[in-house]
């Protein structure tokens, strides 16, 4: 494995003077990452290639501090310098109403994209392998994804680096018992809990033992194949876009009318680069929609309105317009539930409030007995939050409770602000609730949707003198 890394792989991925951040996580993948990396610098000086570990404590198993100490001792034995993180991986899963891998996943990827500017890294090396490949593509495929998804983990890409994509599970074992190299074991990776445990608890070694016992191999030459594919076909979209690009003065996407002769492949990938300039949403728009805009055939007036944006056909072509209309339509709605149902109310200290209209009160409190805040929100569990008074009052303008605007957003921890419709798609609101939902606000800046998140913004640390911000119902909620 080493002399296919050191001769064929590593040359191509690292290049001259490099210096890479390692993530580690002290398993064997990663550690025998880290050694091989190691070694490969120390063999081939002359290339200047500097490492620094990085490590991440969820804070959720018990042998979490004995993976710290294993990495810190490997870190000092190769004399390369390390980093650890330690944070509360569960609290921050429920914060941003994620599930727990997705959310610590985020976390530590947002870590380490800032510790690379610390440390003016070029590189990060994960230590993917073939496994994770054949089990990443299976996910993807049943969830029903193209062609960009079913391409897989890539080797390379940006700054991230998979020296052992290409490397079966037993090749990584069989070279760390060859080198001696110590890890840790997680269990919970063997527990099946997460729907990726499972395709690679149950459903990969069924598929190697009834129908191909080297699966793994030919759905990591199915991932490269396709990453071939969408290579070619993103360069063919790069030159269409040129191409069929259309704007006005007003600064409207469009694609000139011809575009309705491209084949699907390269008309899709059009549509939803045009989708995603007028939305901002990354993930581009939905296969439905595209279909229906394709099912169109170019007919000069079909109109379509869509999330965020709506579609027109004109004579020059078709065109993506931001909805105006539909944001007004919902600012003003917002205005008149503020105004009829639920005013701003401005919070003062040691106060409650009453919200008549949703048979609800909310109190600003430095001390509460939990006895007084009888009642519930219906299903919803968060009726309290806590922040720090210290950090409340370096907001100069009034904290409200009141129902949402346009422009809200909230902020999260390694994340950064989010606007309140992402938050609300996320954890599948309605719209019907989203505008009758009471909210925390100074400005534009959330700080808590009761029943939903709370903002990172304004929490307490051990030291902070403590605010409690309560929601109590009155009566049956009318939300």
Not at 26 to 35: E, N, R, T, Y
Not at 68 to 94: G, M, N, S
Not at 194 to 214: A, F, G, T, W
Not at 305 to 317: Q, R
Request: glycine letters at 8%; aromatic letters at 8%; proline letters at 4%.
């Amino acid at each position: 494995m080493y002399e296919k890394l050191r001769t064929h792989i590593l040359p191509h991925q690292i290049p001259l003077n490099a210096k890479v951040m390692v993530a580690v996580s002290g398993g064997p993948d990663s550690i025998a990452l880290s050694h091989i990396l190691w070694r490969y610098s120390q063999e081939n000086s002359s290339k200047g290639i500097s490492l620094v570990l990085t490590h991440v404590h969820h804070g959720v198993r018990k042998e979490s501090d004995q993976e710290v100490q294993l990495v810190q001792e490997i870190a000092a034995k190769w004399d390369i310098p390390c980093i650890i993180h330690r944070f509360d991986a569960k609290t921050y899963a429920h914060t941003m109403g994620q599930s727990f891998q997705e959310a610590a996943r985020e976390w530590r990827y947002a870590r380490w994209k800032e510790d690379m500017g610390v440390e003016g890294c070029t590189l990060l090396a994960t230590a993917h392998h073939l496994g994770d490949q054949a089990e990443t593509i299976l996910y993807r495929l049943l969830r029903g994804s193209g062609t960009a998804g079913l391409a897989g983990i890539y080797p390379t890409k940006d700054s991230i680096i998979r020296p052992l994509l290409t490397f079966e599970k037993a090749d990584i074992l069989n070279y760390c018992a060859r080198e001696e190299l110590p890890y840790a074991l997680d269990r919970s990776n063997e527990e099946s809990v997460y729907v990726r445990n499972r395709i690679r608890l149950e459903l990969l070694p069924s598929l190697e033992k009834d129908y191909n016992p080297r699966i793994q191999e030919a759905l990591g030459r199915t991932g490269e194949l396709l990453r071939w594919d969408e290579e070619y076909i993103a360069q063919q979209v790069e030159i269409a876009w040129k191409h069929y690009n259309l704007s006005d003065s007003l600064g409207t996407v469009g694609l000139k009318s011809e575009v309705f002769t491209e084949p699907a492949a390269i008309f899709s990938r059009l549509l939803r680069r045009a989708a995603m300039l007028v939305t901002g949403e990354t993930r581009g728009l939905g296969y439905t929609y595209v279909s229906k805009i394709m099912g169109s055939e170019g007919k000069i007036g079909w109109m379509q309105d869509i999330p965020g944006m709506s579609v027109k056909i004109t004579d020059e072509g078709i065109w993506f317009n931001c909805n105006t209309a539909s944001l007004e339509e919902h600012a003003i709605l917002d205005q008149k539930i503020i105004n009829q149902a639920s005013p701003e109310i401005a919070l003062e200290m040691g106060h409650w409030s009453v919200i008549p209209s949703l048979n609800l009160e909310v109190g600003l409190l430095k001390e509460w007995n939990l006895s007084s805040s009888n009642g519930s929100m219906g299903s919803q569990e968060s009726k309290v939050a806590v922040f720090s008074r210290e950090l409340l009052t370096q907001y100069p303008g009034q904290w409200l409770c009141r129902t949402r605007r346009q422009g809200d957003k909230m902020w999260f921890q390694g994340v950064g602000h989010k606007s309140l419709k992402k938050i609300f798609q996320e954890d599948n609101i309605s719209v019907k609730v989203r505008n009758k939902l009471p909210l925390i606000a100074n400005g534009s800046e959330v700080l808590w949707i009761p029943g939903v998140r709370q903002s990172d913004l304004c929490r307490p640390d051990q030291n902070s003198e403590r605010v409690y911000c309560i929601l109590k119902a009155t009566g049956p909620v009318l939300i």
